[in-house]
């Protein structure tokens, strides 16, 4: 062994190199404050090998990022793990690097003869922020692309050259594709090599002048070999434990696969630019302009910095508490703006409305990608776009939610407002559309299961004309003994028939599949011997007692039979319930709520032809509303129902609220 070394020292002067790197001395011994230069140099060696784990499975462009890091993050050995520490350490390292300059500063290492130093320390830092402003953006995940794009269009209001710097980040014009590869070009490339070019020199200076000693007198001068190194290590070994802490039970988050036609509104920098994020958004900086808030304050603290060296040399000790108080009114001023926006943030109830509707978006997303038909050959971004259980809420709350709710909410989890106050419904909430519930809740009390008609101006207008909408309704009238029929001799019979006609609606996943289809078991089918008691109620008027003989065909002659749109004049005064609320009925419904076989001249609700809704639009929406999409885990936005009930005053008390008719706008193209 020790010849080995000898060959090798006698080829490369080895042992010199390595006496002089472990015995440089510590005057006053070793001390934690010294640790962190090294930590730094850990977690960049952890990021470069992370990094390189993760580049062999990550493919830069707009159809295989998202798709690349997915994989990496759910199929890769450990590449959660993997992924986990780099996102972690990242964050680690502007943490590091904050309190590495809060230490330089106060133990004043940037005086004369090691100002050279400090400015290569401040270029470190430079390249550390756009490691991780480019770093953000590689996922190609919704959170990434939209908080990139400020970042991309705050580089535009560079003074004189905005626009080339702008193209120059983007790739061109259009932020997009080449925005992503140049970014990684950048992230993987060129940042990293001018770091390890920085960093030798960092180090090299560093070792030619020496530690900056805190103070001589704190304990007797040792060697950085073993005491130093020592602490050193065991800060490291720290700051590993907690990456990986985070990186186990954290984990780094995949938000949605990014798409340029949805609208991101959670969209919101790294935690550790909140606080630029947030002095931008102070109205008095909005009125001095991007360039002011985002360039030149930002560019005067930098400047302020950097010149410490010389404010010290000008103004001596002056200078150095100058520097002091500068630099611990800076860490105020960032903890408090950081704090600031964490805690609006919190209280924003559109911003936590986004922020739960991106993370219901990325549950699904992942979902659907380990879902049967996997990720589509168009990309990931084709997921969401064509499920229903994404697409639905949001087409429900543009057209539908202005008069119905959803669960009380607008089918996005937010409540509907009107000038400020919470809207009464006009029409029946349709969060249980079709179900078991809504089909018995009709037969008992139709009064009560329409009864958020009665918030409408246009209901209110016929009872105040003596011509209450109920009186000529002969359903609410079949229904109007709601004590009978909710009593218990009628219990099972009602069950029944909401059975049946439950059965009828067909709700429920279908998958596509054939083979798929026969071995898929639904988890809420109807009991089959219940459907056919009800049938018998429905159909032949099975009843027992007071309703004996009276059958729902007396006046709904389809039901029972598969659903058709009947002629005109065949059309016998009563809806057609032939598979009524399923996606056949539902869609011919929508299409046109006031044909004769549906709500005919009592139609309230606005037809929705082609023009409004897609067809590909329509079939997302009805296959939301009766449940035929891939089962989801994902959890859904909360129940409403109370809180809107207390808010609009209770039913009935609608207050103000007019969703129906006149407002609907080019929505109403009724007949
Ligand atoms: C201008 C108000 C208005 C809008 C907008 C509106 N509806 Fe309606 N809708 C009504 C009224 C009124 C009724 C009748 C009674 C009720 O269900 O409350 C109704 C009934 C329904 C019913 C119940 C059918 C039944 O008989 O069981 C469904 C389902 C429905 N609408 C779906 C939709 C969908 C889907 C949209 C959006 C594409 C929509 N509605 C938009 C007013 C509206
Ligand atoms: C006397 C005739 C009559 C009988 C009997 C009758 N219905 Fe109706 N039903 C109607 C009419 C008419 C409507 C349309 C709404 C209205 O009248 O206000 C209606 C509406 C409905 C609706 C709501 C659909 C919609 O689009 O609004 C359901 C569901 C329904 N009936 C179920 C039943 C069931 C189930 C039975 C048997 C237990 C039954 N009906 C018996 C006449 C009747």
Redesign the pocket.
Known sequence: MKALVNWLDDRTGIKGLLHEALYERVPGGARWRYVWGSTLVFTFVLQVITGFMLWSAYSPSTRTAWESVYYIQNEMTLGFVIRGIHHFAAQAMVVLMAIHLVQVIIDGAYKAPREMNFWLGIVLMQIVLGLSLTGYLLPWDQKGYYATQVTTNIMSATPVAGEQVQVLAQGGTQYGHLTLTRFFAMHAGILPALLVGFLVLHIYVFRRHGLTVHDENHAPTSNFWPDQVLKDGVACLAVLAVVLLLALFKGAELSAPADPAVKFDAARPEWYFLFLFRFLRFHQVEALGLTFGAIVVPGIIMGIIAVMPLTHKFLGDLGHRLNKAFIWLLGAAVIVLTGMAFIEDSNDPGHQAALAEAHRDAGRAQELAAGPDRIPVDGAVELLRRDPFTQGPRL?AK??A???RYNGHNGRGELVMDEGKVAAP???D?GN?GSRDWMASIVVDYRHH?R??EN?RWFRDRVADDDSPWDSSSMADWSGYPELLKSEAYKDQIKAVAEFLYSEAQHGYVPTDEKEREEYKAPNAPDEKLVAKGRSIALEGAWTGDLEGTSCIDCHSTMGEDFAVIPEDEVDGS?TLAKY?SEPW?KD??RN?GAAHH?GDAN???A?QSNQ?TDTELDL?VRW?THNHLPTEVEDYPDRQEELEKASGGEGGGGEAD???DD?GE??GDE
């Open positions: 429900f057209h539908c202005s008069c119905h006009t029409a029946a349709l559309f329409f958020h008609l409408a809806p609320a539902l419904f929508i709520p709500y309230q609700m606005p929705y809704l929406l509303l969703g129906s008719g609907s929505d109403a």
